[in-house]
T-cell receptor
Framework: QKEVEQNSGPLSVPEGAIASLNCTYSDRGSQSFFWYRQYSGKSPELIMFIYSNGDKEDGRFTAQLNKASQYVSLLIRDSQPSDSATYLCAVIGDRDDKIIFGKGTRLHILP | GAVVSQHPSRVICKSGTSVKIECRSLDFQATTMFWYRQFPKQSLMLMATSNEGSKATYEQGVEKDKFLINHASLTLSTLTVTSAHPEDSSFYIC???????????FGPGTRLLVL
């Protein structure tokens, strides 16, 4: 059973600080990794995707991938109250085109 | 801008009626689309995988005769909730795989309320 694990939270971070969201996955053959943001009552919105080991930066967001440790993270710099949402980690395996979602981490940015 | 659209965004119907939800990929061809359901404060639950030109693949516990999926073109998949009951009230979200960009985009969702 392929799994994607996330801490459900809530993770509370002061405004302006760095929010760090973590995710582990069980399928070592996984190749594609995604972070989605979901506001309450809305559908998920793609924030970033990463395929290679290392860091990938896009504005205030940085995705980090460590395939050896089967670990992917999302850093949000200069956190804003509008970043308060549930963040979903998702993984596509090597031989399976099905995207597997974690249950999400609720992030709360404290003004 | 949005790359996947859904229609309608909200629907209220009487128990026993059928409801059709459309999912369209707007700027890419989607051979694979997915249908999810999400209850309040719950995580996304994959219902089925819709493949263009072939039968959908349903997840365990999802009744294929109740949730009819048709993927007749490379840009359109439909989900029909047949003989809807109040327990079918939920947020239904589709997503489409963009193989060229190797990523998956979600539609805005359809909120179904069955009275």
């Amino acid at each position: 059973q392929k799994e994607v694990e996330q801490n459900s939270g809530p993770l509370s971070v002061p405004e302006g600080a760095i929010a760090s969201l973590n995710c582990t996955y069980s399928d070592r053959g996984s190749q594609s990794f995604f972070w989605y943001r979901q506001y309450s009552g809305k559908s998920p919105e793609l924030i970033m995707f990463i395929y290679s080991n290392g860091d990938k930066e896009d504005g205030r967001f940085t995705a980090q991938l460590n395939k050896a440790s089967q670990y992917v993270s999302l850093l949000i710099r200069d956190s804003q109250p509008s970043d308060s949402a549930t963040y979903l980690c998702a993984v596509i395996g090597d031989r399976d085109d099905k995207i597997i979602f974690g249950k999400g981490t609720r992030l709360h940015i404290l003004p | 801008g949005a790359v996947v659209s859904q229609h309608p965004s909200r629907v209220i119907c009487k128990s026993g009626t059928s409801v059709k939800i459309e999912c369209r990929s707007l700027d890419f061809q989607a051979t694979t689309m997915f249908w999810y359901r999400q209850f309040p404060k719950q995580s996304l639950m994959l219902m089925a995988t819709s493949n263009e030109g072939s039968k959908a693949t349903y997840e365990q516990g999802v009744e294929k005769d109740k949730f009819l999926i048709n993927h007749a073109s490379l840009t359109l998949s439909t989900l029909t909730v047949t003989s809807a009951h109040p327990e079918d009230s939920s947020f239904y979200i589709c997503s489409a795989r963009d193989w060229k960009r190797e990523t998956q985009y979600f539609g805005p969702g359809t909120r179904l309320l069955v009275l």
